[in-house]
């Protein structure tokens, strides 16, 4: 981690767009910019809150300990989140790790100055509180599918999601580059259980893999394996 010269622009992340036009120069007072290599945490999980990170520029998994020697990733933020606010409360020790997934800029703000922003903002405290319920309901929808749900189901859902949020290439892959071993902590299985029913789903001609690039060739296909129960 390296402290950037060069900040955001004051409109793109979540923190700048929701809060009050006479409030930016207060952000733009308190704040600092970092540049994380790849592989970099951010933060860890089990270590006391300093603040709140906002991406200007690259990927942060947020991940949580799996056992002993494994992980789960719960999001994948990019351009414009927020990352670290699953440490807000009185408990206030990170319950999750963020690491950069490629190069990446982000802001920093302390928690003492986040916490007034809230105080100050009501509509950005509006909108951090419906983007809490919406992360609540992604969570519990994801627990619930590492209980019911295949891991060829899993696969499929995990794919339209990314899709979903990160879009396409002009090539037509997807518009995120992930290892497959981050790709099976995504989705909550093992490298090898995962890289077993890629290739099935390959064989079968719904997807395509090239390197670490994903292409959906039968999107119809894929919805159809996520409501599989079997």
């Known amino acids: 981690m390296k402290q950037n ?16 036009s006479d409030w930016l120069p207060a952000i733009d007072a308190a704040r ?11 933060f860890t999980e089990g270590k ?6 906002f991406v200007t520029n690259g990927l942060v998994k947020v991940h949580k300990k799996w056992g002993s020697d494994k992980e ?10 927020i990352v670290g606010h699953r440490g807000l409360g009185s408990d206030t ?15 920093f703000v302390s928690l003492d100055f986040f916490n007034s922003t809230l105080k100050v903002n009501p509509d950005f405290l509006f909108q951090l509180m419906m983007f809490f319920a919406a992360e609540l309901k992604e969570s519990e929808k994801k627990m619930r599918n590492l209980a ?29 580059t992930l290892s497959r071993q981050d790709f099976a902590s995504y989705i909550g299985t093992t490298y090898e259980t995962s890289f077993r029913t890629m290739n099935e789903l390959a064989d079968e ?3 395509k893999m090239e390197g670490k690039n994903f292409f959906l060739l039968n999107e119809e296909k894929l919805i159809a394996y996520t409501g599989d129960g079997n």
Do not use: W
Request: charged letters at 20%.
């Open 32 to 42: 600092k910019s970092f540049h994380f290599k790849k592989g970099e945490l951010l």
């Open 205 to 207: 001609k719904i997807i």
């Open 72 to 81: 789960l990733i719960l999001r994948i933020a990019k351009d414009g989140d």
């Open 5 to 20: 010269k060069k900040n955001c622009d004051l409109h793109s992340c979540v923190l700048c767009k929701q809060c009050q």
């Open 148 to 176: 019911h749900m295949t891991v060829k189901g899993r696969t499929a859902n995990a794919l339209l999601a990314l899709q979903q949020k990160f879009g396409t290439n002009p090539d037509g892959s997807l518009g995120i």
């Open 93 to 107: 020790i990170y319950p999750v790790s963020g690491t950069a997934l490629e190069p990446t800029d982000v802001c």
């Open 48 to 53: 006391e809150v300093t603040g709140m990170f």
